[in-house]
């Protein structure tokens, strides 16, 4: 398939859902950069992914970190001049089964650094690469939904996926005469390190409605969330 030589960036990347959406957007002939915060893993999995035939680079960035995320946009701004696709991926669930009355306050420090900010300054940092018609997906999940009611199974967890899809809102709005999209999205319950065995979704259905997201869904589609390429309820 013809890619149009177009660039993906996907953070989290190294394993789960994120190393299947390189894997999908690689199989659409899109060059992509795999982001991991660690080294090792990072550059073990892009040099099996490039055995395989795939336009994959590998970026060091942990997404709790200001300063790896600027030295991430240096290295990757010095080899590109724009970005088509921007994938926040990395995410973290550390409060399964924990109360929001007495959860330690490192879960929720963390957890809200990586879901959350994570994603709202790794999209502020790239932003100088963005143009008309790229994509920014942020992986959300079901849980930060508050539409439908909340469930108290990782409270912490859910208040940074809820942060993470209005976050999505702003940056959409903000973004929108740029002609540039930003959608939040829920993969389902995908058997993953997160998921676990007994999630029903592989990581390549999972993977499916981002990766329509990042290069099918028309570009009008903005500031809103999905899950099997329908919008749900925030
Ligand atoms: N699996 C599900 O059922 C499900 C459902 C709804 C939403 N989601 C969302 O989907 C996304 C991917 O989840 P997954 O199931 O693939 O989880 P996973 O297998 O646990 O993978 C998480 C990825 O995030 C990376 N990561 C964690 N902290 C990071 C940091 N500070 N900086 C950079 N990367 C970091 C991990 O890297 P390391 O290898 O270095 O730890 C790993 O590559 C997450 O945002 C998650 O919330 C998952």
Redesign the pocket.
């Known amino acids: 398939m013809d890619s149009g030589g177009r660039t993906a960036l996907v ?10 959406i390189v894997r999908q957007l690689g199989d659409r002939g899109i060059s992509v950069w795999l ?4 080294n090792e ?2 550059e073990e999995t892009v040099d099996s992914l490039r055995k395989e035939g795939w336009d994959v680079r590998f970026v060091q ?5 200001i300063a ?1 995320i600027r030295s991430a946009f240096k290295i990757v701004s010095s080899q590109v001049a724009h970005l088509d696709i921007l994938v ?6 550390l409060d399964e089964s924990t109360s929001i009355l007495d959860v330690a306050p490192d879960i929720v420090h ?1 957890t809200v ?3 959350t900010l ?1 994603a709202f300054f790794v999209t502020q940092t790239f932003l100088p690469l963005l143009v008309k018609g790229s994509r920014v997906v942020n ?5 930060g939904e508050i539409g439908d009611g909340m469930s108290t199974y990782a409270p912490v ?1 859910s208040i ?2 809820t942060a993470m899809n209005a976050m999505t809102c702003q940056f959409a709005l903000a973004l929108k005469r740029k002609g540039i999209a930003v959608n939040a999205v ?11 065995k007994m ?1 029903p ?1 592989s ?1 390549k259905k ?1 993977a499916e409605t981002p990766v329509w997201l990042a290069t099918e869904a028309p570009i009008g589609e903005t500031g809103k969330f999905w899950r099997d390429r329908r919008v749900i309820a925030w």
């Open positions: 953070t989290g990347a190294n394993r789960g859902i994120g190393l299947e982001a991991a915060r660690d893993a990072g960035m942990d997404v709790s970190e790896g926040n991926n990395a995410g973290i669930l963390r650094a990586i879901n994570g992986i959300s999940s079901g849980a967890y940074s996926k829920c993969p389902g319950w995908v058997r993953t390190e997160m998921g676990g999630a979704r990581v999972g």
